[in-house]
């Protein structure tokens, strides 16, 4: 469908995308007070299917609450308005973007009792990093740390907050690569700019965990999970930089990039330089749970009925 003329959810009206616009003053435009959610939807057995809704509205919310945004909508409010949208866009599969945003064109800072809009947009997609994706990707440790806790709420998925992943992209793709990865302020490996990170060591799958100043991303626990059942041993501990160079296999997870292999870091050649074995195996397993293929994981998406 035209980008136009696609419906977006509007404080509880459908308007075509074309007119959901804002004054250049807005709040959340000018200092980056809006607060939002990724989600997928995927087609599989028959209908579309939004995956882990729960959990994003949950952390939606939780955003809202953490910077002062009083959504007026709860949690089933939002779930509706998201699979609403969805199935007046007529899309088997997309990527889903609730917003909320301080819709107002005071000078002032604080959200106080400013007025909050929240809406619901659908993208057609594939993957953020797109062709580059099936053979692996390049990336760069960021000479940007992550930010943490005492700065921001790192946890919530807040505008402001994309700010140090921005700065980070394009000191990578400046750089010729295609993604950073940041470590945290103890120096620990952190994540990507919008993927949590999972190295592979002699069977052994390893990733950041909560002291590494990592947003708890919705992929990185649903690969935790895949991960045990697949059999593998999954640890979560801080990672040494060295780490990641002498890794058999390393890959990026979350919901925009799935599980997309890293090959290459630093100009370092990642295991054979391959998308690994494990990788795969998790990779196929993530998308077979996605499309509705593996049934023991049905829990963990909503048909769009
Ligand atoms: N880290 C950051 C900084 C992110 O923006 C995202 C995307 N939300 C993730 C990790 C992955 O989180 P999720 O799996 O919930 O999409």
Not at 1 to 24: C, H, L, Y
Request: glycine content about 10%; hydrophobic content about 40%.
């Amino acid at each position: 469908s035209d980008a136009k003329e696609r419906k977006v959810w509007f404080n509880g009206t459908m308007i075509p995308s074309g007119e959901a616009t804002v004054p250049i003053l807005t709040h959340s435009l000018q200092y980056g007070s809006g607060i939002f959610e990724g989600i997928r939807c995927y087609e599989g057995d028959g209908s579309s299917n939004i995956f882990r809704l729960k959990e994003h509205v949950a952390r939606f919310l939780m955003t809202a609450k953490m910077y002062g945004l009083n959504l007026g909508y709860d949690a089933p409010e939002i779930s509706r308005a998201i699979v609403e949208t969805v199935k007046v866009n007529n899309l088997r599969s997309c990527y889903i973007r609730p917003f909320a945003f301080v819709d107002d064109d005071a000078i002032s800072l604080g959200v106080g009792k400013k007025k909050v809009s929240t809406t619901v947009s659908v993208i057609p997609y594939d993957s953020i990093f797109g062709s580059k994706k099936s053979a692996g990707i390049r990336c760069k440790v960021s000479s940007w740390r992550r930010i943490n806790s005492n700065i921001l709420p790192i946890q919530a998925k807040a505008s402001g907050n994309y700010i140090n992943s921005i700065i980070a992209a394009n000191e990578a793709s400046a750089t010729g690569f295609d993604e950073a990865i940041l470590l945290s302020e103890g120096g620990y490996l952190a994540e990507g700019t919008g993927e949590n990170i999972f190295i592979v060591k002699d069977g052994t799958i390893l990733t950041p965990g909560k002291d590494s100043d990592i947003l708890l991303g919705i992929t990185r626990e649903s690969i935790i999970d895949i991960s045990r059942d697949l059999g593998y041993s999954v640890i979560e501990r801080r990672l040494h930089r060295d780490e990641l160079y002498t890794a058999d296999e390393v890959f990026l997870a979350g919901t925009a990039a799935e599980v997309t292999p890293v090959v290459n870091v630093d100009g370092l050649v990642v295991g054979d330089g391959k998308v690994g074995r494990i990788t795969s195996s998790i990779s196929d397993m993530y998308y077979g749970i996605v499309t509705a293929k593996e049934k023991k994981y049905s829990k963990w998406l909503t048909p769009v009925k």
